[in-house]
């Protein structure tokens, strides 16, 4: 049987606080579950919903992991921040990437640090 997953990539440049992150991460899952594929979506849900989240360095390691995804086929949601509060207007924070299987996700974002 084959596992699913979904990660969330989040910036560490902009040192986000907690209760922020959590949000920005929050917004990721929920965009890239609206984008995703109903079937993918019930056998991810039926194996647990499994969500990781991870560290990139900056915005340009961010890009640069939602386009090799992209280019991968799998559903990617980019956060970008309306700047109400703690970030400026259009900052992106976060990817989500998923749900999709495991094998694919991690032949892109494998070597990743958790967050």
Same mark, same amino acid.
Not at 9 to 30: F, N, T
Not at 96 to 103: L, M, R
């Given at each position: 049987?084959?596992?699913?997953?979904?990660?969330?990539?989040?910036?560490?440049?902009?040192?986000?606080?907690?209760?922020?992150?959590?949000?920005?991460?929050?917004?990721?899952?929920?965009?890239?579950?609206?984008?995703?594929?109903?079937?993918?979506?019930? /056998?991810?849900?039926?194996? $647990?919903?499994?969500?990781? *989240?991870?560290?990139?360095? +900056? @915005?340009? !390691?961010?890009?640069?992991?939602?386009?090799?995804?992209?280019?991968?086929?799998?559903?990617?949601?980019?956060?970008?921040?309306?700047?109400? /509060?703690?970030?400026?207007? $259009?900052?992106?924070?976060? *990817?989500?990437?998923?749900? +999709? @299987?495991? !094998?694919?996700?991690?032949?892109?974002?494998?070597?990743?640090?958790?967050?």
């Amino acid at each position: 049987m084959l596992n699913f997953k979904q990660v969330i990539l989040i910036r560490q440049d902009l040192k986000l606080p907690k209760g922020k992150l959590a949000a920005q991460a929050a917004h990721a899952s929920v965009e890239a579950v609206l984008k995703s594929d109903s079937k993918l979506v019930s /056998t991810w849900r039926k194996q $647990g919903m499994a969500k990781i *989240v991870l560290k990139v360095k +900056d @915005e340009k !390691e961010l890009l640069s992991y939602l386009q090799q995804a992209k280019d991968a086929g799998l559903t990617t949601a980019l956060i970008t921040d309306a700047g109400h /509060t703690v970030v400026a207007p $259009g900052t992106k924070t976060c *990817v989500g990437i998923g749900p +999709d @299987e495991e !094998e694919k996700i991690d032949g892109i974002t494998g070597k990743l640090a958790l967050l």
